[in-house]
């Protein structure tokens, strides 16, 4: 394929996502909310995007200049660690400290944080789902099907995305909902070229925006463990983009990274690792924040960039799906939220590197990687 071809296909895949992020995001959030994802259905729509939540008290925490953000503090062995406190803390901005506003302790017995576990039929071969329904199974029966958060379960399909009935801490019930799709996958293999990367990328990306857009609706925490190798980076497509292209990437990075925050979404790729695939560890060249549309490219959207940005986790277990889950939902039992005062953008978009450093040794910290401010007069229409 020459590289026009490349180009008029990542335009059109472009011109798709963006168009949808950008006009029905804030909107689907309200319909959402009236109108909840109805349970076991196909939400086939490619065209919604995060939502930026207006009317939400994110959004007008973000309108007023205030920004939240979710951190998880865990100790050498991965286990969250409880019973900071506020001095315990230094966040920066822009490298520059910035002296919280607000601080508080987010323990999931007093405010359970509500995991969805996404299982990805997109990108994934028939018998690595397989494999991850057996894992799911695996986990899901634990303690007797009795579940630690109330969770659901989603499918990102072809026919697009599934839900099932409803949030439960019955492990058994949820197996049992799940089972049932398995009907629904159609395998797009990874031999079909380019234009099966570029159509696995744009429903990929619909999908997770119109989770998103949904669970910006609902109250607390959540955490969407998504068990995928992720999507297409599409590199070639990236080195060959002309600025327009760019912008079109770089407007939906800018949707996801504040849609996620300001929903109070931690996304999580798991990825099932075999030996032989290509190199799980490639997306780290992409892990530095987009600060312009000149910069982006479309591995700026992978599932794993977003996953670390959102203040998740990139989890690499192999065949042991089960440990990969168990893993992540550790990150539930504890957290902090740190609220902050963020100054408005010189201009629109303008790219801000968030960094949370804790005075204890040996300790990791997950968080919020950066945000996209808005200029004074964004704030004022927001507020509005």
């Known amino acids: 394929m020459d590289s026009s071809c490349r180009l008029n296909r990542a335009a059109l895949i472009g011109l798709s996502v963006i168009v949808g992020v950008l006009t029905v995001g804030a909107g689907y959030a309200r319909a959402a909310a009236q109108n909840p994802v109805p349970a076991a259905q196909t939400q086939s729509s490619p065209s919604a995007g995060p939502a930026s939540n207006l009317g939400t008290p994110a959004e007008q925490a973000a309108a007023s200049g205030r920004i939240s953000i979710n951190v998880v ?46 299982v990805d039929m997109i990108n994934t071969a028939f018998d690595v789902v397989a494999r991850e329904r057996e894992e799911l199974g695996q986990f899901l029966k634990e303690d007797g099907g009795e579940l630690a958060n109330p969770t659901s379960i989603g499918v990102f399909a072809d026919s697009g995305l599934k839900m099932g009935t409803g949030s439960t801490r019955d492990g058994n019930a949820l197996l049992a909902g799940f089972n049932k799709t398995q009907s629904e996958l159609r395998i797009i293999g990874r031999g079909t070229g380019f234009y099966g990367a570029a159509d696995m990328l744009q429903m990929s990306l619909s999908q997770l925006g119109q ?81 312009a549309a000149k910069n982006a490219e479309y591995a700026d959207l992978a599932l794993q960039v977003l996953a670390e940005h959102s203040g998740g986790q990139v989890i690499i277990n192999g065949r042991d799906i089960s440990g990969a889950l168990n893993t992540a939902v550790r990150d539930a039992s504890a957290s902090y939220e740190l609220t902050f005062e963020a100054a408005p953008g010189d201009r629109p978009n303008e790219y801000h590197a968030l960094q949370v450093q804790v005075d204890k040794p040996n300790v990791k910290v997950h968080t919020t990687s950066g945000y996209y401010a808005r200029t004074p007069e964004q704030m004022q229409l927001n507020a509005h």
């Open 73 to 118: 503090v865990s100790d050498k062995l991965g286990h969250p660690v409880p019973g900071l406190q506020e001095g315990d803390f230094t966040l920066l901005d822009n490298k520059q400290p910035q002296k919280p506003v607000g601080f508080r302790a987010v323990e999931n017995k007093g405010s359970p944080v509500h995991v969805i576990i996404v």
């Open 211 to 291: 989770l998103a857009a949904y669970e910006a609706t609902q109250p607390g925490r959540k955490m969407i463990l998504v068990i995928s190798p992720g999507w297409p980076l599409l590199p070639m497509a990236g080195d060959e983009a002309d600025l327009k292209q760019r912008t079109w990437v770089f407007n939906s990075v800018v949707q996801f990274t504040n849609g996620l925050r300001e929903a109070n979404i931690a996304l999580y790729c798991l990825d099932p690792f075999d030996l032989g695939r290509t190199n799980p560890f490639y997306y780290q060249g992409y892990l530095k924040g987009v600060p």
